[in-house]
C-alpha cells in the first residue's frame, strides 16, 4: 500500500530532524540536562516526597524535552539556507511543521519514558489510571512539541536568539503551573496566572493518572491541551506564511 505523498514528507522530515538536531547542545542542555538540575535544586536534600511530586516533574521534563528540538530547527535550517530548499520539494508548509511537531514528540516522549521508567526501578510510582497517563503523555508531548514550533517561527536565522526567546517564555510558565507549588496551596493573582499556563493542565492530568487527584476534570484537561494545540500549530503557519512573503 503506497503512503501518501504528505505522510511520506512528514516521515522524510522527522527523521532529517532527528538525524540532524538530537545530538545538538542545545537541545541536550536544556531538554535533558536543564529538568534534571532543576530537580535535584528543588528535591534532593529537602525531604520532599518524591512520589507526590513526581507527576509534576514528569511534566516539566516532557516539557522541557518535547519543546526543545522545535525552537532549533527552523532557525537553523534558514541559517544554512535549507529552508528554501524543502519548500522546493514536492512537501507543503503543513508537512514541515508536522514533521518539525514529530521529531520533538518522539524526543520528548522517548526521554521522559526513559526517566520514569528508570525512577520507577528505584522509586515504587502508582499510576491510578494507566490510559489516562498515556493519553497525558501523548496530549502532552505534542502540545509541548507545537510551543517549539511555534516558538521557532519568528523571522531569526540565529538559533542562539531564538532559544533564547523560547526560554524567556519556558522559565516561567514551570514557576507559575503547579510544578514547584501546588495549584491548592497558590490563590489570587498567582493562581489566575497558574489558569493561563497550559503547562497548568498537564501536569494536572498527570496527577490525576498517577495520584488519583486534581484540581480539574481530566476531561477539561485534555479539551484544553487539544486546544491550546490546535492553536500553536494555526499560529506557527501563519506566521511562517508571513514571513515567507515578506522574504524572511
Not at 10 to 30: C, E, H, Q
Not at 170 to 187: A, D, K, Q, T, Y
Not at 188 to 206: E, Q
Request: charged share 10%; hydrophobic share 55%.
Amino acid at each position: 500500500m503506497e503512503v501518501p505523498l504528505a505522510l511520506r514528507g512528514i516521515l522524510v522530515i522527522t527523521g532529517k530532524n532527528m538525524r540532524l538536531y538530537y545530538t545538538k547542545p542545545p537541545v541536550l542542555m536544556f531538554g535533558l540536562l536543564f529538568p534534571l538540575f532543576m530537580f535535584l535544586a528543588f528535591f534532593v536534600g529537602r525531604g520532599l516526597d518524591l512520589v507526590a511530586f513526581f507527576p509534576a516533574f514528569l511534566a516539566m521534563m516532557l516539557f522541557f524535552t518535547s519543546s526543545s528540538v522545535g525552537p532549533l530547527i527552523t532557525p537553523w535550517e534558514k541559517r544554512e539556507k535549507t529552508y528554501e530548499r524543502l519548500l522546493s520539494y514536492p512537501v507543503t508548509q503543513d508537512s514541515i511543521i508536522l514533521g518539525d511537531i514529530s521529531a520533538g514528540v518522539v524526543f520528548g516522549m522517548g526521554i521522559s519514558l526513559l526517566v520514569w521508567a528508570a525512577s520507577a526501578v528505584v522509586v515504587p510510582l502508582p499510576i491510578v489510571n494507566p490510559l489516562l497517563f498515556g493519553v497525558a503523555f501523548i496530549l502532552g508531548t505534542v502540545s509541548c512539541a507545537a510551543l517549539g514550533v511555534l516558538l521557532a517561527s519568528p523571522a531569526s536565522d540565529s538559533p542562539p536568539n531564538v532559544m533564547i526567546l523560547s526560554n524567556l517564555i519556558r522559565f516561567p510558565l514551570i514557576f507559575i503551573s503547579g510544578i514547584f507549588v501546588p495549584l491548592s496551596h497558590m490563590s489570587g493573582a498567582a493562581r489566575a496566572l497558574a489558569y493561563c499556563s497550559p503547562l497548568t493542565y498537564l501536569v494536572d492530568l498527570f496527577n490525576a493518572a498517577m495520584a488519583g487527584s486534581s484540581a480539574f476534570s481530566s476531561l477539561l484537561d485534555c479539551g484544553i491541551l487539544i486546544m491550546v494545540t490546535i492553536v500553536f500549530i494555526v499560529a506557527a503557519k501563519v506566521i511562517q506564511k508571513r514571513n515567507l512573503t515578506k522574504g524572511l
